[in-house]
C-alpha cells in the first residue's frame, strides 16, 4: 500500500445509493464520500431540494469526485428504481407491513449474492428529518434497519449510508480479519536465543548483588524468567532487549539520577520473590 | 419499540473514546452522537483545540447530551489513558512498528472480551487533518485500521467513531440478524386456503373465456397456478388476493380504461402457455 491514491486500486460497483429529497449538499457529499471509502460508486438522487449539480456537494465528498460526477437525478422514486431488480429501504422506524426486515449484515449478503448472480440492486435513504414515506418503503423488496441504541435510534444519512457501504465492503471480504497492511514480520525465537536473553540479564544483575540473599538466587531466578518470558518473544525483541541490557551494563549515567514516582505494588506480585530495587 | 425515546433502554458502557487534539467542535459533536447512536458514553478530548466545553459540539451532538456532559478533557494522551487497561489506535496508514494490526470486527471482539473481564479499554482517534503521530500509536497496545477502498482511504473522525461504535455494538448481540423490529407476524397459509384462491380465481377467469382453446385448459390451470404460487403464502396474503379477485369479478368498472404502457415480454415466459390478454 505505498505511493499515490491514483495508483491505488480503485473499487467501484455494488449497489446504487438513492437518497430520496435530500435537503442538505453537505450531506449528499459526504453520502458521496462515505460510499467512496468503501467502494460503491453509483449515486442517485430523487428531487434533491437545493438542484443539482452543488457545490457544497462537491466540496464535502472531499475529492469522492468520481461518485459526484456520475450522480444522476430523477424526479420520482419509481424513476430512480426501474432499472433495478432488487431494493432495500433503510428505516429506522418500525413499520406497518409485511416486508422482512433484515440487519445490515443479512442485507448485504443478500447484496452480495445478488451482485454476483448479475442483479441490479439498490439502497433507499430518506430524507434528513423524518426519513422515508410509507410509500416510499412500499416500493422496495425489503427493509434494513440499523442495530442502534434504543434510546437513540436517529442517524444522520451520511452515517447510515457509511454503515451500510462498510457492511457491503465487508461482506465481499473473505476473512473478517484481513487488513489493508500487516506489521513488521517477526520471527519467533529460538529457544537458545531466549535462553541467550536470560544469561545475559542473570550476569549482569548478578554482578550488581541483585540475587539477594544468595539462598534465594534459584528461586528468583525462576521468577525472572517466568516474567519476562511470559508471552513469545520475537529475534527482533531478543535483540532489542538485549541492547538494553547491553546499555545499562555497560555504560556510566551521564546525569543524575531523577526521581520517578513509584508504581504502588500489586499484592499478588509482593508475594513474588524477586528484588524490587528498594 | 414503541413510545418516547426516553422510555427506551439508553446503553452506556463500553471502551472510552478518546479524540487526540480534534479541532472542530462540529467534529467532536458527530462523534458524540455516533456514541451514542449505539451505546457508547465516555468521551475523552486530549488538548481540544477550541477549548471545551463547546456550543457547536452541544448543538452537532443531536441530543446526545448525556455524552457531551459526561465528557473529560486531559492534557496529555498519557493522562486520557492513565487508568485504562488496554487501548487500540486506529489508523489508515501502514506504521513502522511491532504492534499487531487488527481489523474492526476482531478489534471488537477483543474489546468485548476485555469489557467481560472487567478491564477497561478505549480507542484512539487522531486530529481530522493527519491522525495520530507515531508516538501516540506507540502508546497503544494494538493498532486497528478500516478495510477501506485503498484509493480513497481517509475517514473523517465521526465516521471512524462511528464504525467502531457500530462493531463495538454488533460484537455485544448474540444474533448479527436479530433487528429492532420485526414485520408483521403472518402465519403460513394451508393447502386449503390456497386451493380456494386457485379456484376463485379460476372460476373468474373461467366465466370471462379466459382459458381458450378449451383444449389447453388444464395445461394453463397448471402454468397459472404454478406462476401464483411460486412463493409460499401467508394467509393475509390469501386473504389480500382473494378480495383482489372479489373486487374484478363482482364489480365493473367506474371509469373508462386508461392506456398502460405494455410490459415488453420475456422470451422465456412467451413460451408458457397462458392467455396474455392480448
Not at 226 to 253: C, H, K, M, T
Request: with cysteine.
Amino acid at each position: 500500500m505505498s505511493g499515490t491514491n491514483s495508483e491505488r486500486e480503485l473499487i467501484a460497483e455494488g449497489p446504487a445509493i438513492i437518497l430520496v429529497e435530500p435537503q442538505l449538499g453537505e450531506n449528499i457529499g459526504m453520502v458521496a464520500r462515505a460510499m467512496a471509502n468503501f467502494g460503491l460508486a453509483e449515486l442517485r438522487l430523487v428531487n434533491p431540494r437545493d438542484g443539482w449539480p452543488s457545490e457544497k456537494a462537491r466540496a464535502a465528498a472531499s475529492k469522492a469526485d468520481h461518485v459526484i460526477d456520475a450522480t444522476k437525478v430523477y424526479e420520482t422514486l419509481e424513476e430512480a428504481t426501474a432499472d433495478l431488480n432488487f431494493v432495500y429501504a433503510t428505516t429506522a422506524r418500525e413499520r406497518y407491513g409485511f416486508k422482512p426486515v433484515r440487519s445490515p449484515v443479512v442485507a448485504c449478503q443478500t447484496l452480495q449474492q445478488k451482485f454476483k448472480g448479475g442483479e441490479k440492486t439498490g439502497i433507499l435513504f430518506g430524507r434528513e428529518r423524518w426519513g422515508l414515506t410509507n410509500e416510499e418503503v412500499a416500493l422496495a423488496d425489503e427493509i434494513v434497519t440499523f442495530p442502534v441504541n434504543p434510546a437513540f435510534a436517529s442517524l444522520n444519512i451520511a452515517q447510515a449510508v457509511l454503515l451500510m457501504s462498510y457492511e457491503w465492503m465487508k461482506c465481499g471480504m473473505e476473512d473478517l480479519s484481513e487488513t489493508l497492511f500487516d506489521p513488521v514480520e517477526q520471527k519467533p525465537s529460538t529457544k537458545e536465543q531466549v535462553f541467550g536473553l536470560f544469561e545475559h540479564l542473570e550476569e549482569a544483575l548478578d554482578s550488581r548483588g541483585y540475587f539477594h540473599p544468595p539462598a534465594k538466587k534459584p528461586r528468583m531466578i525462576d521468577n525472572l524468567r517466568a516474567v519476562i518470558s511470559r508471552r513469545g518473544f520475537s529475534e527482533q525483541e531478543i535483540s532489542v532487549f538485549r541492547g538494553v541490557i547491553n546499555s545499562l551494563d555497560r555504560f556510566p549515567r551521564q546525569w543524575p539520577r531523577k526521581v520517578v514516582p513509584r508504581q504502588q505494588k500489586a499484592t499478588d506480585k509482593a508475594e513474588i520473590e524477586g528484588n524490587d530495587g528498594e
